[in-house]
């Protein structure tokens, strides 16, 4: 069985504790690996060697640093069916859609930000007669790196690459859940000549080795993607001592559904808005509204299609739903759908685990499951789920739809469907959330901020907020 090792000064290290903690593969409940169960002696060894090595790296020329960040994706590149093989293993989801979007997007993160930090400008401000500002940005010196379990690789390189980019040194922290691409990571990183300490990578338990990077006096940021209970916690620990943070949170988004919309199409994509990734993406729609006048359309015309999804063994090219990340989601996924029976919700479809058999008749699946009847204030419609359910709810009129769609505590991201380009506009106004698509789902431009509003989060991500988020800006005047 294979043994996963944190990555600290260039090295890969066991654990001080000498303990590993298993490692499950979800689609059949098997261990197939051992992960390190740190604390916070290997966080200080890691904090001890990103400290050493960030005089150097804040100053290493931007070009080299680019080469370096193009090489740590080119070796990703090289190694992608070991990279999708390890995705589709830790977490459960189809092999497919690991190939198809968790490791090119890492590798897309490694080079976008490589050739960000060639393009970052910062301002000036001429003051006439008087003399001019300017900003300097500078790095922040050792940041500290928190990622989740849904997207693996796809987060952590999401947070990682624009760190390094910008000059700081990393101590970052994969969800123990789902190490196996992060150890992958290290690997690349050694082979591509990235210097000793400038990313260190320590494995473990978010109560031990990411509380003990949250609590550290020495990191100066925390880039946190995760739930929002967690999302408290790492706030009420670190904005005492006055660190930057980046809080990623969890989401209940709203799919808004007109009745002039493109039927078809819409029906189509918000499949996959739901149930993309077993609905384990914090961008996935989960509170279906729809116009009246096609609701009972758009039902039956969503039930049977949902009913043609394949819930299956992740390997498997026609499976679209595969496992449930571990036991314990499975269980609070399948709580939350006897809640909504309770609520005096209808299953439409779903509503059950997922019986599979041969390799796979003890890994954890659930159903896809759609609910109708529910009241928008219910728990099941305002809680996070984060699993393969969806609720339908319809709506009168554009002022009702809006009213419960922001109805809630989250504000991540939201669709709107319809084909009036000037309600379009009006919605995506007046929804309370950090994202809106229209007339699309999850399309991703590098470039655009990224982040939730309410509940789901502070700061933002992406683009130059991350260049932004990752550097100290120190206003420089110099009198005429
Ligand atoms: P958690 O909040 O449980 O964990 C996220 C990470 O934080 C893990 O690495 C976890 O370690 C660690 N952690 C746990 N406790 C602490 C602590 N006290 N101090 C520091 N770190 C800690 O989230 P999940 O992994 O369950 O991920 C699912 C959640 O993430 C959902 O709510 C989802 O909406 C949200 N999410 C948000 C996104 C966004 O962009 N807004 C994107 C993707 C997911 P461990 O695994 O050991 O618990």
Known sequence: METINNYINGELAAPVSGTYIDNIEPATGQVFSLCPDSDERDV??????????????????????????MRIADGIEKRMDEFVAAESKDNGKPLKLARAVDIPRAVSNF??????????????????GVGINYTLRQSIGVVGCISPWNLPIYLFSWKIAPALATGNCVVAKPSEITPYTAYLL??????????????????????????????????????FTGGTETGKRIAATAAPMFKKLSLELGGKNPTIIFADCDFEATVKQIVTASFSNQGEICLCGSRIFVEKSIFEKFRDAFVARVKKLKVGDPNEDETNLGAIVSLAHKN??????????????????????????????????????????????????????FGPVVTLTPFENEEEALMMANSIKYGLSSSVWTN???????????????????NSWLVRDLRTPFGGVKASGVGREGGWEAMRFFTEPKNVFIKS
């Not at 709580?335 to 003890?362: D, F, T, V, W």
């Open 332 to 385: 609070k996924i399948l709580s939350y759908i006897h809640l909504a029976k309770e609520e005096g919700g209808k299953i439409l479809c779903g509503g059950s685990e997922a019986k599979l058999s041969g390799r796979c008749e003890n890994g954890y699946f659930v159903e896809p499951t759609v609910i109708e009847g529910l009241d928008y204030r219910c728990r099941t419609n305002q809680e996070e789920i």
């Open 186 to 223: 290290s690997q690349v990183c050694m082979d591509a000549g990235l210097p000793n300490g400038v990313l260190n990578i320590v494995h473990g338990l978010g109560t031990k080795v990411g509380q003990a990077i949250v609590e550290h006096e020495g990191i100066k940021a925390i880039s």
């Open 111 to 128: 080079r976008f930000y490589a050739s960000a930090i060639q393009h970052f400008a910062s301002e000036s401000h001429h003051m006439p």
């Open 420 to 438: 009036d380009l000037k309600r379009a506009h009006r919605v995506a106004e007046k929804i309370e959330a950090g994202i809106v698509w229209i």
């Open 44 to 69: 200080q060894l890691a904090y001890a060697a990103a400290k050493q090595a960030y005089p150097k790296w804040s100053n290493t020329p931007l070009e080299e640093r680019m080469m370096l960040l």
